[in-house]
Every structure is written in structure tokens, then in C-alpha cells.
């Protein structure tokens, strides 16, 4: 059956990745050689209520030419999929849903019936991104899918793996070694959710807002002089007295839990107060005027109010000095005042009794009203500024977290970390682009307490138990913690870990431990981890000090950190700003294979990508480029009884020397590419190669060797052997049209998939062919541009004046004259002096002339381009002089001067191609 005329990828990418599942072509091992290295890949774990967004597809991308790379090559492959189980959000998905159905709310249906919903819906809608994944064309072995809660109680039929299990065991095992304790410590609180959350689940938000100045009465009737005027120097000229100290904040109700104020101990207008105290407006509560270096002289009044326990700065000025910490919200930020000690003490009981009555149990928000009216009418406000400033917000709730003096269950990662940064030191593991290391390094030694339980339902709950005493059991079950407790009664921890917990063992757990299974010991350590570089903190450093404690090994051998996949203007996609792209779409549009190559073309290491749907137009036109390629060898009987045949077949003809060895460069370029984790070099040289070399050059070449008998049969095997290499080399980056192609071209013992990756180098090279070839394109290149240059139409065949030619290259145009006068549109080739009104063509070792006399007005040519040229540089002035203005490159967005180097890198080119026209015609 003949060849389509048009390659249709929606179909063809069903059919294919059904080809695929039927033959178990992804299992781990498959198309391994005995004795084979293995290769495994862990993938980052996607939430399950996840959708393929452009970081997924990038991310994803990387991995599967990786892994298929390897596989073609026998090695002992796995890219192990799966999912996390989301704690926040899917919590949040669930309670949504509930809430459309008209059903009772989780605190309603109580924790065991939330729960046993929540694995309804993963049943039911928890794979969506995992066909999405398989619909970018990701090879995983999709019969090992993990689930970081799979074993969990409650767990329904298919869920039986053993991750909770791991991670139980994990969490027991580090308490008892003492790296595991509960605290009480300052973290993000999430009101809506009503759980501390991660750094990374919070998001920073600017947003305009007031700040407030208070005035703060200083004690036992102090009083200093503070300045109101000043000379040009800034020394002081005038002060007035004062009895107070005014703060400025942008939360006023936290002023209720204020416990000191902090001045820098050089700031002369403060220094006399040090030591001494201030009376809280509303509560009477004397609190400290301390020293430290937090509070700027330059910032505001140079006073900083401090309410260690909610705010993370005040909370490390509090640790230095001795401050006490009160909270005075509960878990939904509202205040918390009525029977609370710590509030209460110190204070003046009336006030107390004033304020709670006022504020117990009111919005944070409502607090603020009421502490700024309250501060007005009585004359202790002393002004309100317009402020813009950052606000953190929940990234699922949306509402601003607070920080919250809370205890917690935290690793005592200082107790870890050591071997962690070692690994990377030593070399053990290698973090490419090496300037991650830096990240890692300074995030590292400069690590804190991490928090690890959350107040949530849906989550590996806390092995810890509590009997009346309040003593602790922690053990993986409870009845081993009963008989630790001497069979009292006990109370379980309700609180759930910290999802980045659980997947820190994604490693070791879904290859099976803690049992020595044959995966974890072929497959761990794994060989590489691809991920983004905004959560080496979150993820790939906690699993290094996970692995490391657990297993005493490292996770990875090597770490490809990728940049951010940007829209084309640089912005960062999301959906607030209405810039994102969905690569399903893309998909449906473009084809998987496009996408898939548009996004490796760009993957500069330490460079962000800047995606436009016009770059995935341009490369599905690489895709019917390759297409269209294996049609024209159909129609010239290149397939007849063709069958896969791994080495290349011999040759006489020239071109078809020269192609071969070119495809054997390719491959050695390819190689070296991928193997440096140069994804964008690959994919260029690729499209270099098959676009240029291939599909445009050799095609052309073959057309005579093809007519001619002599030479028909063996550029026929030449074309096949060579397509076949395409196939091969851009299946990595391009599976589904290859795969196809690959199918119906030939006689084929195996899936593309599966065959055999190339393995010829240096010895297949003909530098001969090699360098003829490339003399006789340099030759029909020029020759093209000048004609182009002088805009000779397209029709019109010129004679070509051979002016000088060195005897080696003489003998390369006697033997390659016919494609010189096909290619390039030349009649015939004579050999004497450059006619008047001609154009040079240069080439390595000779000259030649192209007669214009009569076709094109030279004069007005030389005219045009010097016109072009003088409009041009004044276009490049312009735009240098802008980016050598500081104040521009500083000032400028970000994208408006990547648009102008750009523009100024695009106007050079230009400016030089009609620099070197201009030579042509002797006027430049």
C-alpha cells in the first residue's frame, strides 16, 4: 500500500502508542543486552489531581529522549512513573466536590468516611495526567505506576503496594535515632486549610496596602529628644520631646501580641532607650526596647515592633533576645483571646477584659479595623501611609497565610545534611548546570528545622501515639505501641506528614524497599534526575538527605536542572495573567512530535525558553520534511523489499560516499550531545542534518544517480540505509511519526523503538567524499545567494565564468559539473576573465563570475544596497546606544531589552549579508 500523502498525527499517535502498549515496549529491561549497564530515570511525581501543564511536557520530554536514547542502545532500562498524593490539594479537590454535590463537609462525615472518598475520587480521576503523559508519547514502565500512598489503611483493591509502609517505617526509624522530634516553632499557617504549610506552597503576591504608625509610651515617664529638622549634611538642627516611640506595621492587630520593640544599636535618636520600656496601648503590657541589628536606621521610624510569634523576622530577633512569644490567633486567624495565659500575663486585667470582649473570636481583618479606630480615637495613631508591599498567599486557598507559633513534628536536618553536601562535593553526585550546585550548597548549610506534619486528613498520619500523660509511642503499628505502653490506652497523633516527606523515599519506594527486591537492587542507585531548578531545595535535597539517612546511598548520580518554559515575550505562564498554554492543544494542533522537538530545540542549559505556537508551526514542517523525505524513496523504489540492516551498504558514487559519512558524523555529534545533556545541540544538529543534509542536498544528488543505471541500485540501499539512520537518530525527540514511518517502509524484526542504535564513527568517514561534497555545496550555496543577492529571477538559467580554480578543485567541478548547472541554475560553465557587470562567487581555492549584463541594472543593485545598508546601521546605533545606557538595561523590563538584543543581533546579520553583496558587485 502506497505511502499517504500527508502524515495525519492524530491518528497515527493513537495507532502507534497502542503498538506500543500491545508489544509491553517500556517494561524495565526491555530491549536490553545481556550483561547490559542499567539505566533508570525516576520521575518527578505529579500530583494526582495534576493536568499536563508545559513544565510537565518539557520536564517529561527530556526524560523520555533519555530513556529511549538508552534502551535503543541495550541498556537495562526503567523510567519509573507515578503520581503523589497531593495532600492540600487533593484534600481541597475532594471538599470542592463534595460541596457541588450538596453533601455534608469533611468535618460532617468525619476522617475515616473523607478518606474513603478521597480514594473514590483518585480511583475514579486521579490518572488524568498520567494519560496525558502517555499522550506526549513518555515511555515509562507503565506497569509499575506508584503511588505515594498506596498500603495506606483504607486503601482500596489496586492500591496494595507497600509505600506507607515505607514511609512509616522511615519516620520510626529516624525518631528512635533522634532526628525526628516535636516542637513548638513559628510556620506558614494556611487558615483556610488550617494546616502549616511549605515554602514552596506559598506564594507571593504584591499588592497595595497602608502602613500604620503607632505610638508606642514609653515607661516610668521616660521621655528623649528626637529630631524634626535637619541641615543639608543630615545632622539634626531642631528635636522636640517625646514620651513615645512610634512603630509603623502593616498588621495592626498584631499588636496584641507584641513582647518588644527593636532599635539598631547605633541609631543615636534611640540609643538613651535601650534597656528600657514601652507600655502597650490597648493591653498595659510593659515589653522591652532592645538592640539589634534587624532594626534599620534608613526604614520607617527606625522602631520595629516584634511579635515573635507571627512574624518570621521578629521571631529570630526574639530567639537573640530573649523575647516571649504569644499567639493570639486559632487555626482560622481569628483572635484568640479569652482564657489565654499568655496573653493575659503582664497586662492590666480591665484591658484584657476590654479587648476580649471586644475581639474574641473576631476576623484578623475586623481586629484591624477595630485596633485602628480605636488607636484613632484615642489619640494614639499617629498617621497612616499608602504602601505596596509583598503579602504571602496560600497557592491552593488563596488567602494570606499567616506565620503561627505551633508545635509541629520536624527533622532535625542540621542532624542529616552532612553527608548530603558531601556527595555532591566529593562528586558522588554531579548537579548540572554547575552553578546549581551554588543553590544547593548555600540552602543547605544554611538549613533550618524542617516541618513535616500537616493538620490535614488525607496523608500518611503520624505513628505516634499518646497516653494520658501525654508520653510518646511511636511505632509502626498500635498495638506495637500498646505493648510500649504497657497496654494503656492510647490517643493516635491526628496530624499527617508533609507530602514532600513521603516523596523524598520516591527513590527507594518504588523500587520496592524497604524488602531487597531484584529493581532496587539492579536499578539504585538511579543514574539521573531531570527536574526544575525552583525545587532543588524541596525535593532534590531532602531525597539526597532521605537516601543518604535511610539507605546510607545516594539517590542519583547525576541531576539535570532545566530552566522555566516561558511565553514568547519571556513572561512566566500562568493563568492570572492569561499567558499560559495548555500542551494538549498544542498537541491536537501540532502533533506530539512537533511539540516534542519545538521544546528540545530550545533546551539551552541555564536558559529559560520563550515558546510561540509559530516555532511549533515551523518544526511540524520538519515533521512532513521527513515525511515527504521517505515518499520520494517510496516513488523511486527505494523500499521495495527493503529491510532493516544495521551496517551501511557499499558505495561508489560520490554523493553517496559523502552521505554516508555525514550520517556517521551525525550520529557522533548526536551521541555527544545527549550524553553532555546538550538536549538543544541534539535536536539543532538533527534538524541539520535530516533537514539539510538529507531531505534537501542528498535528495537533489540522488535524482541523477537514480536515473542513471549504473548507479541506480546502489543509491537506492544508500537512501534506505540512510532514511533508516534518520528514523533512528529522531526517535528519541520525534517517536510517533518514526515509529509510523518505520512500520510501513520496511521489513522490520522489531519496533523502531527497540532496534539497534548506531555504533559507526570515525572509520565510516570518507574524507574525500567528504570534502568534494562539501566544496560542490559551498559552490551552489554562493552561487544561489548571489542570485538571490541580485534578485535574478528564480527562472533563469546564467552562464557561470570560471575566473580562477586551483587543479584539486578543477577535477571536483569536472566530476560534479551536472549538479552544479541543476542545482544552482547555471547553463554553462566557461572559463575566462569576469565580464563587465558581473558578480564574484567565491569559493575555497577559486572565483567565479556570474554575468548580470542585461538581466540586472548593477548600479541601481549597488544603489539599493547601500541604501539598505546606511539605514540599517543607523537602526544598529541606535539600538547599541540603548543598551549601553545602564539606566535602560536597569530600568527596562526584562523583556523590552531581550527584544532589543534581539533586534540589534538580527540588524547585524542583515547589515553583514548586504555587506558582502555589495563586495559582490565591487561596491562595498
Known amino acids: 500500500m502506497a505511502m499517504e500523502k500527508t502524515y495525519d498525527a492524530a491518528t497515527a499517535e493513537a495507532r502507534i502508542a497502542a503498538l506500543w502498549q500491545a508489544a509491553d515496549a517500556f517494561r524495565a529491561g526491555a530491549n536490553a543486552r545481556p550483561g547490559a549497564e542499567p539505566f533508570c530515570?525516576?520521575?518527578?511525581?505529579?500530583?494526582?489531581?495534576?493536568?499536563?501543564?508545559?513544565?510537565?511536557?518539557?520536564?517529561?520530554?527530556?526524560?523520555?529522549?533519555?530513556?529511549?536514547?538508552?534502551?535503543?542502545?541495550?541498556?537495562?532500562?526503567?523510567?519509573?512513573?507515578?503520581?503523589?498524593?497531593?495532600?492540600?490539594?487533593?484534600?481541597?479537590?475532594?471538599?470542592r466536590e463534595l460541596a457541588k454535590a450538596g453533601e455534608p463537609g469533611r468535618r460532617e462525615m468525619g476522617r475515616e468516611a473523607f478518606t474513603r472518598r478521597v480514594w473514590e475520587w483518585k480511583k475514579q480521576s486521579g490518572g488524568t495526567i498520567i494519560g496525558q503523559l502517555q499522550r506526549l508519547g513518555a515511555s515509562c514502565d507503565w506497569s509499575r505506576t506508584a503511588f505515594t500512598m498506596s498500603g495506606a489503611p483504607g486503601a482500596p483493591a489496586g492500591e496494595e503496594g507497600n509505600f506507607h509502609d515505607a514511609v512509616i517505617r522511615v519516620f520510626v526509624d529516624l525518631y528512635r535515632k533522634g532526628f525526628i522530634y516535636r516542637g513548638k516553632r513559628l510556620v506558614n499557617w494556611d487558615p483556610h486549610f488550617e494546616t502549616a504549610i511549605s515554602d514552596l506552597e506559598v506564594e507571593q503576591i504584591e499588592l497595595d496596602g497602608h502602613l500604620w504608625r503607632l505610638r508606642y509610651p514609653l515607661a516610668d515617664g521616660a521621655s528623649y529628644q528626637h529630631p524634626v529638622a535637619f541641615d543639608d549634611d543630615g545632622t539634626p538642627t531642631a528635636f522636640e520631646t517625646r514620651d513615645y516611640l512610634?512603630?509603623?506595621?502593616?498588621?495592626?492587630?498584631?499588636?496584641?501580641?507584641?513582647?518588644?520593640?527593636?532599635?539598631?544599636?547605633?541609631?543615636?535618636?534611640?540609643?538613651?532607650?535601650?534597656?528600657?520600656?514601652?507600655?502597650?496601648?490597648?493591653?498595659?503590657?510593659?515589653?522591652?526596647?532592645?538592640?539589634?541589628?534587624?532594626?534599620?536606621?534608613?526604614?520607617?521610624?527606625?522602631?520595629?515592633?516584634?511579635?515573635p510569634a507571627h512574624d518570621f523576622n521578629d521571631w529570630a530577633v526574639g530567639q537573640r533576645q530573649g523575647l516571649r512569644a504569644i499567639n493570639i490567633l486559632d487555626t482560622r486567624a481569628?483572635?484568640?483571646?479569652?482564657?489565654?495565659?499568655?496573653?493575659?500575663?503582664?497586662?492590666?486585667?480591665?484591658?484584657?477584659?476590654?479587648?476580649?470582649?471586644?475581639?474574641?473570636?473576631?476576623?484578623?481583618?475586623?481586629?484591624?479595623?477595630?485596633v485602628v479606630a480605636t488607636a484613632e480615637a484615642e489619640g494614639w495613631?499617629?498617621?497612616?501611609?499608602?504602601?505596596?508591599?509583598?503579602?504571602?498567599?496560600?497557592?491552593?486557598?488563596?488567602?494570606?497565610?499567616?506565620?503561627?507559633?505551633?508545635?509541629?513534628?520536624?527533622?532535625?536536618?542540621?542532624?542529616?545534611?552532612?553527608?548530603?553536601?558531601s556527595a555532591v562535593r566529593e562528586g558522588r553526585t554531579r548537579i548540572i548546570p554547575e552553578q546549581h550546585e551554588k543553590v544547593y550548597f548555600n540552602w543547605l548549610e544554611a538549613i533550618e528545622p524542617w516541618c513535616i506534619s500537616r493538620q490535614l486528613w488525607w496523608g500518611h498520619q503520624i505513628p505516634v501515639w499518646y497516653d494520658a500523660a501525654s508520653n510518646q509511642y511511636c511505632a509502626p503499628t498500635e498495638a506495637e505501641a500498646r505493648a510500649m505502653a504497657s497496654g494503656q490506652a492510647l490517643t493516635r497523633d491526628p496530624d499527617v506528614l508533609d507530602t514532600w516527606f513521603?516523596?523524598?523515599?520516591?527513590?527507594?519506594g518504588t523500587l520496592g524497599w524497604?524488602?531487597?527486591?531484584?529493581?532496587?537492587?539492579?536499578?539504585?542507585?538511579?543514574?539521573?534526575?531531570?527536574?526544575?531548578?525552583?525545587?532543588?531545595?524541596?525535593?532534590?535535597?531532602?531525597?539526597?538527605?532521605?537516601?543518604?539517612?535511610?539507605?546510607?546511598?545516594?539517590?542519583?548520580?547525576?541531576?539535570?536542572?532545566?530552566?522555566?518554559?516561558?511565553?514568547?515575550?519571556?513572561?512566566?505562564?500562568?493563568?492570572?495573567?492569561?499567558?499560559?498554554?495548555?500542551?494538549?492543544?498544542?498537541?491536537?494542533?501540532?502533533?506530539?512530535?512537533?511539540?516534542?522537538f519545538t521544546l528540545t530545540s530550545m533546551a539551552a542549559m541555564g536558559r529559560d525558553l520563550k515558546l510561540s505556537s509559530q516555532r511549533i508551526a515551523g518544526y511540524r514542517n520538519f515533521v512532513t520534511k521527513i515525511w515527504n523525505a521517505c515518499r520520494f524513496a517510496e516513488m523511486n523504489g527505494v523500499w521495495e523489499g527493503h529491510a532493516t540492516r544495521d551496517a551501511a551498504p557499499p558505495a561508489s558514487a560520490t554523493a553517496n560516499r559523502w552521505i554516508l559519512s555525514e550520517t556517521a558524523r551525525a550520529r557522533m555529534a548526536f551521541d555527544a550531545a545527549?550524553?553532555?545533556?546538550?538536549?538543544?545541540?541534539?535536536?539543532?544538529?538533527?534538524?541539520?542534518?535530516?533537514?539539510?543534509?538529507?531531505?534537501?542536498?542528498?535528495?537533489?544528488?540522488?535524482?541523477?544517480?537514480?536515473?542513471?543505471?549504473?548507479?541506480?541500485?546502489?543509491?537506492?540501499?544508500?537512501?534506505?540505509?540512510?532514511?533508516?539512520?534518520?528514523?533512528?537518530?529522531?526517535?528519541?525527540?520525534?517517536?510517533?511519526?518514526?515509529?509510523?514511518?518505520?512500520?510501513?517502509?520496511?521489513?522490520?524484526?522489531?519496533?523502531?523503538?527497540?532496534?539497534?542504535?548506531?555504533?559507526?564513527?570515525?572509520?565510516?568517514?570518507?574524507?574525500?567524499?567528504?570534502?568534494?561534497?562539501r566544496w560542490v555545496i559551498a559552490l551552489i550555496e554562493e552561487i544561489r545567494s548571489a542570485r538571490a543577492e541580485m534578485r535574478v529571477p528564480a527562472g533563469?538559467?546564467?552562464?557561470?565564468?570560471?575566473?580562477?580554480?586551483?587543479?584539486?578543485?578543477?577535477?571536483?567541478?569536472?566530476?560534479?559539473?551536472?549538479?552544479?548547472?541543476?542545482?544552482?541554475?547555471?547553463?554553462?560553465?566557461?572559463?575566462?576573465?569576469?565580464?563587465?557587470?558581473?558578480?564574484?562567487?567565491?569559493?575555497?581555492?577559486?572565483?567565479?563570475?556570474?554575468?548580470?549584463?542585461?538581466?540586472?541594472?548593477?548600479?541601481?543593485?549597488?544603489?539599493?544596497?547601500?541604501?539598505?545598508?546606511?539605514?540599517?546601521?543607523?537602526?544598529?546605533?541606535?539600538?547599541?546606544?540603548?543598551?549601553?545606557?545602564?539606566?535602560?538595561?536597569?530600568?527596562?523590563?526584562?523583556?523590552?531589552?531581550?527584544?532589543?538584543?534581539?533586534?540589534?543581533?538580527?540588524?547585524?546579520?542583515?547589515a553583514a549579508r548586504l555587506r558582502a553583496a555589495l563586495a559582490r558587485l565591487g561596491g562595498g
Not at 282 to 290: A, E
Not at 502 to 508: D, Q, T, V
Not at 722 to 741: G, K, N, R
Open 41 to 95: 530515570i525516576m520521575i518527578p511525581p505529579p500530583n494526582v489531581t495534576g493536568s499536563l501543564h508545559m513544565g510537565h511536557a518539557f520536564n517529561n520530554t527530556l526524560q523520555d529522549i533519555l530513556t529511549r536514547w538508552h534502551r535503543m542502545r541495550g541498556h537495562d532500562t526503567l523510567w519509573q512513573p507515578g503520581t503523589d498524593h497531593a495532600g492540600i490539594a487533593t484534600q481541597m479537590v475532594v471538599e
Open 246 to 307: 512610634v512603630v509603623a506595621t502593616t498588621r495592626p492587630e498584631t499588636m496584641l501580641g507584641d513582647t518588644g520593640v527593636a532599635v539598631h544599636p547605633e541609631d543615636a535618636r534611640y540609643r538613651g532607650l535601650i534597656g528600657g520600656h514601652v507600655v502597650l496601648p490597648l493591653t498595659g503590657r510593659r515589653v522591652p526596647i532592645v538592640a539589634d541589628s534587624y532594626a534599620d536606621p534608613t526604614k520607617g521610624t527606625g522602631a520595629v515592633k516584634m511579635t
Open 334 to 370: 481569628r483572635l484568640k483571646l479569652r482564657d489565654n495565659a499568655d496573653f493575659a500575663a503582664g497586662c492590666d486585667p480591665e484591658a484584657v477584659a476590654r479587648v476580649v470582649e471586644a475581639l474574641e473570636g473576631a476576623d484578623r481583618y475586623a481586629a484591624r479595623e477595630w
Open 381 to 421: 495613631l499617629d498617621g497612616i501611609d499608602a504602601d505596596r508591599h509583598m503579602v504571602p498567599h496560600g497557592d491552593r486557598s488563596k488567602v494570606v497565610i499567616e506565620p503561627f507559633l505551633t508545635d509541629q513534628w520536624f527533622v532535625d536536618t542540621a542532624k542529616i545534611v552532612g553527608p548530603a553536601l
Open 502 to 508: 513521603s516523596s523524598g523515599l520516591w527513590p527507594i
Open 514 to 596: 524497604p524488602a531487597e527486591t531484584a529493581e532496587l537492587k539492579r536499578y539504585f542507585p538511579t543514574s539521573v534526575l531531570v527536574t526544575g531548578f525552583d525545587i532543588i531545595f524541596f525535593w532534590v535535597a531532602r531525597m539526597m538527605m532521605m537516601q543518604l539517612a535511610v539507605v546510607n546511598d545516594i539517590p542519583f548520580r547525576t541531576v539535570y536542572v532545566h530552566a522555566l518554559v516561558r511565553d514568547e515575550k519571556g513572561k512566566k505562564m500562568s493563568k492570572s495573567l492569561g499567558n499560559g498554554i495548555d500542551p494538549l492543544d498544542l498537541i491536537d494542533e501540532f502533533g506530539a512530535d512537533a511539540v516534542r
Open 674 to 773: 545527549l550524553g553532555d545533556f546538550r538536549f538543544n545541540d541534539a535536536a539543532n544538529g538533527l534538524y541539520a542534518f535530516v533537514w539539510g543534509r538529507v531531505c534537501d542536498w542528498y535528495v537533489e544528488f540522488a535524482k541523477p544517480l537514480l536515473d542513471d543505471p549504473a548507479t541506480a541500485a546502489e543509491t537506492r540501499a544508500v537512501m534506505a540505509h540512510v532514511l533508516d539512520q534518520c528514523l533512528i537518530l529522531a526517535h528519541p525527540i520525534m517517536p510517533f511519526v518514526t515509529e509510523e514511518l518505520w512500520q510501513i517502509t520496511g521489513a522490520r524484526p522489531k519496533l523502531l523503538a527497540h532496534a539497534d542504535w548506531p555504533e559507526t564513527g570515525e572509520e565510516a568517514v570518507d574524507p574525500e567524499a567528504m570534502a568534494e561534497m
Open 796 to 910: 533563469l538559467t546564467l552562464d557561470l565564468v570560471q575566473t580562477a580554480l586551483e587543479p584539486r578543485w578543477q577535477a571536483v567541478l569536472g566530476r560534479n559539473v551536472a549538479l552544479v548547472r541543476r542545482l544552482a541554475r547555471v547553463g554553462e560553465v566557461v572559463v575566462g576573465t569576469a565580464p563587465r557587470g558581473s558578480v564574484t562567487v567565491a569559493v575555497e581555492g577559486g572565483a567565479f563570475a556570474l554575468p548580470l549584463e542585461g538581466v540586472v541594472d548593477i548600479a541601481a543593485e549597488v544603489a539599493r544596497l547601500g541604501k539598505g545598508l546606511g539605514k540599517l546601521e543607523g537602526e544598529m546605533k541606535g539600538l547599541a546606544a540603548r543598551l549601553a545606557n545602564p539606566r535602560f538595561v536597569a530600568s527596562a523590563p526584562e523583556e523590552v531589552v531581550e527584544e532589543t538584543r534581539e533586534a540589534l543581533a538580527l540588524a547585524e546579520a542583515e
